[in-house]
Structures are given as C-alpha cells and as structure tokens.
C-alpha cells in the first residue's frame, strides 16, 4: 500500500491511541477523582468501579482499533521501516511501549474488578484506602495508584514516538536519508 493510501489505518492507529490516552487520563482526574468527593466512604470504590466498567468497552474497542491501525501501517510502511535510518529503533520503541501500555491496562482491569468485588468496603478514594479498607483492597487500590498515571505517561509516549515517526516521512527527511545512505556505500566503495 502506498502511504498516500493510508488514510484509514492511520487513523485508526491515531484515533484509537488518543481514546486509549484520553480516556485514561479522564478516568484518573474525573472518575478516581469524583469517586473521592462521594459522602459516603463505602460508595466511593463502586462509584468509581461503575464507572471504569462503562468506559471499558470504549476502551477496549480504542485499543483495538490502535493496535488494527499499527499493524497496517507496520505492513504498508515496512520497507521505509527496515531502510531508512531512526524508524527501525522508533518502531521497536513503540511496539515494546504499547506491550507495556497493554499490559498496565489489562492488569489495571484485574485490580478494578477485585476491587468492584469486593462490595462495599470503605475507602478513601478510588485509589485511596482508608485505614479501614481490607487489606486485598488496600493492595489493589495503593497499585492502581501508580498505574493510573502510568497508563497515560506510557500512552502519551506513543503519541510523541507517532509524531516522531510522521516526521521520518517528510519527503526532505526521506531525501536526506537517501544521500546519507548513498554517501556511505560511496564511501565504503572509494575505500574497498
């Protein structure tokens, strides 16, 4: 596939990616941030599993749709991605952070519904417990802490390394890596 035909797995792979950063970032501030604001102690943690369990289909749909878009545009990019210089490592880059991306979300999910099973145990916040919250819960929500923010930081990186990637595809940086490319098998050959 040219990258002239690319439109719809690129946003695929873009669309989905910004639901996936999104709508982590809205659920650590909005959702785990609410949840805190409930009066009573022993609501807090379903309120925000309630709402976490009515994004996730959204959210597994937008991390569907990345990963379909990435993996089209791997395909169709696949030459560019082998020869030219930078897009190789960025591409490695990209794929084990989406890996960890995968994996704090799906593990973020696992944490989630431990904690939604839980009924009504009192907490802090979402990802706050109380001095009172079981110990199980307690556990989950201090590890739900730190992945709420990482989900984002990991996701927001891809955006950046996609950014990165569009800029390989500029024609003045493809040329620039022709004449790289062609100066040092010049060389190699004045040298032989």
Do not use: C
Not at 39 to 60: F, Q
Not at 166 to 184: M, Y
């Amino acid at each position: 596939m040219p990258s002239s035909n690319n439109t719809v797995i690129r946003s695929m792979h873009d669309v989905g990616l910004s639901a996936w950063f999104g709508g982590a970032l809205m659920g650590a501030i909005g959702v785990n941030g609410a949840a805190a604001e409930v009066d009573k102690p022993t609501e807090r943690a379903t309120i925000a599993s309630t709402g976490w369990a009515r994004w996730s289909p959204v959210a597994a749909g937008a991390i569907a749709t990345h990963l379909i878009g990435g993996a089209g545009l791997l395909i169709s990019q696949r030459r560019r991605v082998r020869s030219q210089p930078g897009a190789k490592a960025n591409t490695i880059a990209k794929t084990a952070i989406t890996g960890a991306a995968l994996a704090a979300t799906a593990y973020s999910g696992v944490l989630g519904a431990k904690i939604a099973a839980s009924g009504d145990v009192p907490v802090e916040g979402a990802t706050e417990p109380a001095p009172t919250t079981t110990p199980g819960v307690s556990s989950a929500q201090q590890q739900l802490r730190l992945l709420q923010w990482a989900i984002p930081l990991l996701t927001g990186a891809l955006i950046v390394l996609g950014a990165q990637q569009g800029e390989q595809q500029r024609p003045l940086h493809g040329l620039r890596s022709v004449a790289r490319t062609a100066g040092k098998r010049g060389l190699g050959l004045i040298q032989a």
